[in-house]
C-alpha cells in the first residue's frame, strides 16, 4: 500500500505540469500501439495476393479483410494493398516522430521548470532552515537528480507505451493463433516473476549510486574550501585519494547497475529464441495454421517478446530512480512554497530613531542560551560597537538584528514597531551587511559592486564610493576597468583589497543600517583608520553596528554593547 501511495505522490509533481501534453502523448501512444500490430496483420492478404500461401481459400484475418473490402466494393489487388500499407506506416512514422518531440519537449521543460521552482525555494527559505542543510546535497537535486527525476517519469510513460504495443501485438496475435499465443505470454509471465529479484537489487543498488555521487560533490567541495591550506601543506594526495575512492565507488555502483539491468535481457532473450523456434518447429509440423498467417503470426511473435524485455527493462529503471525521487521529493516537501513566505511591503525602511531588544532570549537547538532577557538600544545615526569574548553570541546578534534568527522570547522593535513577518522584508531592503570574510561572483569588477544594489547605481556614483574607501587604485590597476573580468577573488586581491571592495558593494546599496561583522579585522592600522573615517563621515546620514574584537576601532565607537 506503502509503495502505492508513493508512486501517487510522485505523480503529484508531474501532474501540476501541463497535464494536457500527457494526454496528447497517451492518445499518441495508443495509436501508435493499434497501428503498428494492424500494419503487420494487413501483409496476410497481401502474402496471400503474392502466393506466397498454400493456395487455400482465405480464412482468418484475411477473409474478415476480403469481406471488408468486397463490402465497400474495393477490390484487393497488390497495388491496393501496398499503397495502403504504405500510407499507414507513413502516417504511423509521422506519429512516431510528432510523439518522440512531444516527449522530448515535455521532459525538458519539466526539469527546467522544476528546477527553477525548487532553487527559488532554497534561495528564498528561512536562514534557520537554510543554515541546517547540506549545501551538497541542494547541489546534487538541482544539478543530477532532478533530470533522474524527469528519467524516472519518462521509463513510466514508455512503459505504458509498451503495455500498449504489448496488448495490441497479443491481441492481433489471439486472432491469428490463440494458442500459440498463450504459450509465448505464459513463458513471458512466467519469466518476469523469475527475475523479480533484479528489480529488489536495483532499488538498493540505486540508493548506493545517489550516496556515492552525494560523497563525490562533498569530496569536491572540500578541496575548493581548502584549496589554499591543500597547497601549502602539499597534501593533494589525501583529497586526490578521497575523490578516487567516491570515484571507483561511483564506477562500481554503474557498472553492478548495468549488470543488473543486461543480465535479465539476455535471459529473456534466450528464452524468447528458444520459444519462438519451438513455436515454429511445433507449427509446422502440425500444419494447423496456413502458411501466411504463420508467417505473420512469427512476426508478431518476435514483436511481442522483445515488449516483455522491455517491460522488465523499464521497471528496472523506475526502480532505479527511486532515491533520486525521494531526495528531490524530500527537498520539495522541506521547503516552503515562496509565496506563502514573503509578505509585506518591499520598500526599504529607513531607521529613524533607535532600534530597541527587549527581553530576548535566544539559544540554538541542542545548545545554552545565548541571550536570556538581554536588553539593549541602539540609536540612529550612530556607530555601536559589540564586543566580547568569542562564542558569547556577537554575530548571532547581527544575525537577530537583521532577521535572519527569530528570538525564543521578547521582541525586536524598530522605531516603535515590531519586527516581524510583516515588517521583515522592508527591513532587510534597508541594510547592508559585511561579513568578516567577503564573498564575489566571477564576473567583472562592476558586477560584483551593483549585484544587489538594484542595478541603477552608475559608475560615477561607483568610483566616488571606490574613493571613500581608498579601493579606487584597484580599478585602475586593470586595464579594462571596471569591466575588467575577474575570477576565484580571493587570489587576485589581498583580504585587506577584498574588504574594501565588499565595504564599497554594501555602501552602494545605500543602506539605512549598516551591519559588520569583524569587517577590519584583515586590514592594516593604517587601513582601517581611514574605514573607520569614512564610517564616522557617514554615520549622518547611515546607522552603524559594528562586531569587533580589536580594540584599536573601540575610540571610534558612540556606544557599546558588551556581551
Request: proline share 3%.
Amino acid at each position: 500500500m506503502q509503495t502505492y501511495l508513493f508512486i501517487g505522490r510522485t505523480f503529484r509533481l508531474l501532474r501540476e505540469h501541463q497535464p494536457w501534453k500527457l494526454v496528447v502523448i497517451f492518445i499518441l501512444t495508443l495509436l501508435l500501439g493499434v497501428t503498428s500490430g494492424f500494419s503487420i496483420v494487413l501483409l496476410i492478404p497481401l502474402l496471400q495476393l503474392l502466393s506466397i500461401g498454400t493456395g487455400e481459400e482465405p480464412g482468418g484475418i484475411a477473409l474478415f479483410i476480403q469481406n471488408l473490402a468486397d463490402g465497400a466494393g474495393i477490390t484487393l489487388t497488390i497495388g491496393s494493398i501496398l499503397l495502403v500499407y504504405m500510407v499507414l506506416l507513413t502516417l504511423s512514422a509521422l506519429v512516431q516522430y510528432r510523439k518522440s518531440i512531444l516527449d522530448a519537449r515535455y521532459q525538458q521543460t519539466f526539469i527546467y521548470s522544476l528546477r527553477r521552482r525548487l532553487f527559488r525555494k532554497i534561495i528564498m527559505t528561512d536562514w534557520q532552515l537554510l543554515n541546517s542543510r547540506s549545501k551538497t546535497n541542494h547541489l546534487q537535486v538541482l544539478t543530477k537528480e532532478v533530470p533522474n527525476l524527469a528519467l524516472y517519469y519518462y521509463y513510466y510513460l514508455r512503459l505504458l507505451t509498451t503495455l500498449i504495443m504489448t496488448a495490441a501485438y497479443t491481441a492481433y496475435a489471439l486472432m491469428v493463433s490463440a494458442s500459440f499465443t498463450l504459450i509465448i505470454v505464459a513463458v513471458g509471465v512466467l519469466l518476469f516473476v523469475f527475475l523479480r529479484k533484479f528489480l529488489f537489487r536495483a532499488f538498493h543498488l540505486g540508493e548506493g549510486y545517489v550516496t556515492s555521487y552525494n560523497r563525490l560533490l562533498k569530496y569536491i567541495d572540500d578541496f575548493w574550501q581548502t584549496v589554499k591550506i591543500a597547497k601549502v601543506h602539499s597534501s593533494e594526495d589525501y583529497y586526490y585519494n578521497r575523490f578516487d575512492e567516491a570515484s571507483t565507488s561511483l564506477l562500481d555502483m554503474e557498472y553492478r547497475m548495468q549488470r543488473n539491468w543486461s543480465l535479465p535481457q539476455l535471459i529473456q532473450r534466450l528464452a524468447g529464441l528458444l520459444v519462438l523456434v519451438g513455436v515454429v518447429w511445433f507449427g509446422y509440423r502440425s500444419g494447423a495454421v496456413p502458411m501466411a498467417s504463420f508467417v505473420i503470426l512469427i512476426l508478431l511473435f518476435s514483436r511481442i517478446f522483445p515488449q516483455f524485455i522491455a517491460l522488465n527493462t523499464d521497471i528496472n529503471m523506475i526502480v532505479s530512480n527511486v532515491a533520486s525521487v525521494r531526495l528531490v521529493m524530500q527537498l520539495d516537501d522541506d521547503l516552503p512554497d515562496p509565496h506563502e513566505r514573503v509578505k509585506g511591503d518591499h520598500t526599504a525602511t529607513a531607521l529613524q530613531k533607535e532600534i530597541r531588544m527587549e527581553d530576548v532570549s535566544f539559544s540554538y537547538p541542542d545548545g545554552e542560551k545565548l541571550f536570556d532577557g538581554f536588553n539593549a538600544v541602539i540609536k540612529a545615526h550612530s556607530i555601536t560597537g559589540i564586543v566580547g569574548p568569542s562564542g558569547r553570541g556577537k554575530t548571532t546578534l547581527i544575525d537577530l538584528l537583521a532577521g535572519l534568527q527569530k528570538p525564543g522570547a521578547g521582541r525586536i522593535v524598530i522605531d516603535g514597531k515590531v519586527l516581524d513577518d510583516d515588517f521583515l522584508q522592508g527591513w532587510k531592503a534597508g541594510l547592508g551587511y559585511l561579513p568578516q570574510d567577503p564573498f564575489f561572483i566571477d564576473g567583472t569588477l562592476r558586477e560584483n559592486l551593483v549585484w544587489d544594489s538594484g542595478g541603477d547605481v552608475t559608475d560615477d556614483e561607483i568610483r566616488d564610493v571606490l574613493e571613500q574607501v581608498n579601493a579606487m587604485h584597484l580599478v585602475r590597476r586593470f586595464r579594462k576597468g571596471l569591466d575588467a573580468f575577474i575570477v576565484n577573488y580571493p587570489y587576485s586581491f589581498s583580504g585587506g583589497e577584498c574588504q574594501r571592495l565588499a565595504l564599497a558593494r554594501v555602501l552602494l546599496r545605500r543602506p539605512s543600517l549598516l551591519l559588520l561583522d569583524e569587517a577590519t579585522s584583515s586590514l592594516d592600522r593604517e587601513n582601517e583608520a581611514v574605514i573607520m573615517d569614512v564610517l564616522s563621515r557617514l554615520k549622518e546620514k547611515v546607522t552603524i553596528v559594528f562586531v569587533t574584537h580589536r580594540e584599536s576601532v573601540s575610540g571610534w565607537f558612540d556606544s557599546t554593547i558588551t556581551l
